[in-house]
């Protein structure tokens, strides 16, 4: 949705300097094709001239960010991921009720920082269990905890059941905090990389997602290896790969035709076969940002009440190198997975 955000924008005001505050996504691929485009990334409200365009990555920010860009006359536009404005609004919500907030993730990370920023006075960051003890507590029955929304689930499990020995009457938030992206992808991971020789996972090593996934590929038991794109495939990994098994995944920003490159790679240095294996099946809508819909709809675009589809991928010979081999009527979505390791799968891990 992000991405799509700054494209949009860039059609929308041809020639002007569009500003985005961090990166849009931790993706070193998608920054570098933006600022191939005349975007000007900025880590600080006061760098963008007066009145010009600047548009919110998808981490969030601290209200006080927003504030500043009003005050300096900035266009903003919120490209903030929805999943995490449900985060800031808990935040908010807990706050104003009296509770402290416990908000597990990594301190230094743009999405904490935004969290933290919504309710500064009553939150605490917990990254590891070991802060416990330090925190700072009013009123033990009075306390909730959220997550950053790209933990890994196994680690978040472990810094929480901490939070619940620590504190037995500790409220939980509504729903699940971590997003579906991230939870659908760990998930796979953790069920299908024992039966792999080797993970890859396309993504930039800034991005918290996909490093989780690195670690829980090679928790799993299979070496895994993070790469932004095709280039990082290296041929010292295959020295014996007849009948080798590689699982292909991406962190959620990573741009599609990326894994395709991987994929084709693969295909065409190695011989690989594509199988593709449906774990689940994601389709979901975003809706634009109500600011920018607004300016589309001053402008009569035609486009402006669109919302955002995310499916799968359609697998084609063109982008990945060859066509996906069809086990028992299903795509299957591994590269190099054996008939017979797909004739394993449960009935139900088509979702």
């Known amino acids: ?18 500003y985005v505050y961090h990166e849009i996504v931790h993706n070193r691929h998608v920054v570098g094709r933006f600022r191939g485009r005349g975007v000007v990334f900025v880590e600080d409200v006061d760098d963008p001239p007066p009145g010009s365009i600047l548009v919110f990555s998808a981490h969030g920010i601290p209200p006080a960010v927003r504030r500043r860009a009003a005050e300096r006359g900035l266009h903003a536009i919120d490209a903030t991921c929805p999943l995490v404005t449900k985060v800031h609004s808990e935040a908010v919500r807990y706050a104003r009720q009296g509770y402290q907030i416990l908000l597990i993730g990594h301190r230094n990370h743009q999405e904490v920082i935004g969290t933290t920023g919504e309710a500064p006075d009553a939150t605490q960051v917990v990254e590891t269990p070991d802060d416990i003890p330090h925190l700072t507590i009013r009123d033990p029955d009075r306390l909730v905890y959220l997550t950053q929304t790209t933990l890994s689930t196994d680690d978040a499990g472990v810094i929480i059941d901490a939070l619940k020995q620590a504190f037995p009457n500790i409220k939980a ?31 930039s090593r800034n991005s918290s997602n996909s490093v989780r996934l690195t670690e829980i590929a090679e ?43 991987v994929c084709r790679t693969l295909v065409q240095r190695y011989g690989a076969t594509i199988e593709t294996r449906d774990v689940f099946d994601e389709d979901v809508e975003f809706a634009l940002p109500g600011n920018l819909r607004r300016i589309m709809k001053d402008r009569d675009h035609p486009d402006a009440d669109r919302r955002i589809r995310v499916q799968k991928p359609v697998v084609t010979a063109d982008l990945y190198g060859t066509v996906p081999l069809t086990v028992e009527g299903r795509e299957s979505r591994v590269c190099g997975l054996e008939p017979e390791t797909l004739a394993r799968a449960r009935p139900d891990d088509r979702v």
């Open 1 to 18: 949705m992000a991405i799509d955000v700054v494209d949009r924008v860039l059609d929308l005001f041809p020639g002007e300097t569009i």
């Open 219 to 261: 928790n799993a038991g299979a070496p895994a290896r993070l790469i932004d794109d095709a280039s990082g495939v290296e041929d010292e990994w295959f020295t014996n790969s007849e009948g080798f098994t590689v699982l292909v995944t991406a962190g959620a920003s990573a741009p599609e035709d990326l894994v395709a490159g």
């Open 173 to 203: 938030p509504p729903s699940e905090d971590i997003c579906y992206a991230t939870t659908n992808r760990q998930h796979a991971v953790r069920m299908l990389a024992p039966e792999c020789d080797l993970v890859l996972v396309v993504g």
